[in-house]
């Protein structure tokens, strides 16, 4: 079958019939689950059953499990962690905690039927990078932050769980926060290229990444995400054929007034709209979140189906949900608390 060309999600615990039926028409190729969302573990397993059921094929289920203050899953379903750059500054071995923590996370969400997490993220940490992402990196330089990147993603595919790489092609450089304001990047295109875009370069063979909601005002007046110009330099210069999905595309930043001619006065269209736009500058699957049953409506007609190439990075992409590798979870935490010197946990 194809694949609608969304991401999707649910208003509460369950889905409801009118969710079901939309689900049903639009074979989306996957949905995020969010706080609201999670109650129990048996209640987690059966909303997961009930997406896949209605999708009509095994969809992913990703979630925002980085650790710190985005983690949706809380105790006791999950280990409460410390941050992610806290997590980095107090390990020994940064690479090897940063694996042996993705690798528990995965455990967890795999456990609960979620495939997939919107981690690792190769945004690089700088003293102007606004606090809504700052201690959600990994590091201050290309190089770490690509070593621990590399480290986490491995553990959440050692776990048979997707990882997502985010924010593509960089948004540390954003002093503003992307819900809520659109970011200008007014970094010449040679620095960007030898430093934010050079933390992903070495991501390229990662199975799916998430973009940036920031306008590169070296490189084009439309942010990334809704930018031609942008996902052919990802395609291209940085040379990730991975699936690409959008940050989620309620976020305020794409309904700034710079990009008014994407509003139409009906909310729903303008849902829609934006989604089209976003699949049109070279995205493969758009993200659509927090928003009424009409406005996901709108935007899984404006979808449609992926394309051939999409389709086929979304296979791939599918294909890395192996069987995990044995996982000794005592052993696991007792090496990660010994390279945190026992501060493991938030």
Known sequence: MRFGATILDAEGHRLTADEKALFREAAPFGFILFARNIDSADQVRALCDDFREAAGHE??????????RVQRLRAPLAREWRSALDHVQAATDPVRAM?????LIAAELHALGIDSNCAPLADIASADTHPFLRNRCYGTDAASVAAIARACAAGHLDGG????MKHIP??????????????HVTAPAEVLRAEDFAAFTPLKDLPMAMTAHLVYDAFDPRPATLSPVMMQLVRQELGYDGLVMTDDISMKALWAPELSGLQPDDPDMAAGAIARASLDAGCDVALFCNSSLAARAAVVEAAGCMTNA????????????????ALDTDAAEAELSALMGGQVYG
Do not use: F, K, N
């Open 59 to 68: 969809c992913l289920i990703t979630i925002d499990q980085e650790g710190g």
């Open 99 to 103: 694996y042996l923590r993705a690798r």
């Open 161 to 164: 769980v997707v990882p997502v």
């Open 170 to 183: 960089g948004h540390g450089r954003s002093s503003m926060d992307s819900h809520h304001d659109l970011p």
């Open 310 to 325: 999409a389709h086929r990075r979304a296979e791939a992409a599918l294909a890395c949900r192996q069987t995990p590798a």
